[in-house]
């Protein structure tokens, strides 16, 4: 689930028939922005843009790292995002670039999608990357283990963050950047 202020967007799935969804914040009915149907992509909600105007999405028709899609708000068009592909992407604070995760890689673009490149390799496959809001540091999930590692936005000083902790995921920092709010599950249980 994303927010514009004004907004709430989410993913409504009613069998194998999903949609990306709006609804106001003051209340109401929600309202698809796309939809799937049996036989198509199910899409997926990655993010949105610093400035509300874009969500990045996925529509999920392959197994691994789909293509990268940019849907305008508040109802389309929906473009590709150059030739970026991945299963996990977000803006930069300012707007100027994205990230995306692509199997064990991450990789920094445009915020067009071009100029891309392979800023790091992991030790397992990439998630949820997430940047600081000075937008210095790079924080992800690593799926096979289940641990949070860093990373400069530059690629360099690669390193586990909380390195005794495991089973967390989907970590995103507050706006002043003083805290880090993840999920985790310990003896069976999973708490923010």
């Known amino acids: 689930m994303v927010t514009d202020?004004?907004?709430l967007y989410f993913v409504e799935a009613a069998g194998n028939v999903s949609a990306i969804q709006?609804?106001?914040t003051a209340?109401?009915?929600?309202?698809?922005?796309i939809s799937s149907s049996p036989d198509s992509p199910q899409p997926a909600l990655l993010n949105i843009s610093p400035n509300g105007?874009?969500?990045?999405?996925?529509?999920?028709?392959?197994p691994h790292d789909p293509p990268l899609w940019v849907l305008a708000l508040p109802n389309g068009p929906l473009r590709r995002l150059g030739d970026a592909?991945?299963?996990?992407?977000?803006?930069?604070?300012?707007?100027?670039?994205i990230v995306?995760?692509?199997g064990r890689d991450l990789y920094l673009a445009a915020?067009?999608?071009n100029e891309a490149r392979k800023l790091v390799t992991a030790l397992g496959k990439v998630s949820w990357p997430r940047w600081s809001p000075d937008g210095k540091i790079l924080r992800f999930t690593l799926e096979d283990t289940g641990t949070f590692w860093e990373v400069l936005a530059d690629g360099t000083n690669l390193h586990p963050v909380l390195p005794d902790w495991k089973a967390v995921c989907c970590g995103s920092w507050t706006p002043d950047g003083r805290y880090f709010v993840f999920q985790s599950t310990r003896g069976g249980r999973t708490s923010i």
Do not use: F, N
Not at 27 to 33: Q, T, V
């Open 111 to 113: 915020s067009d999608g």
């Open 53 to 62: 105007s874009e969500l990045l999405v996925i529509r999920d028709g392959t």
């Open 85 to 97: 592909a991945g299963h996990g992407a977000t803006w930069s604070p300012d707007g100027s670039k």
């Open 5 to 7: 202020g004004p907004r």
């Open 100 to 102: 995306y995760a692509k």
């Open 27 to 33: 209340g109401g009915e929600p309202s698809a922005l």
């Open 22 to 24: 709006q609804v106001s």
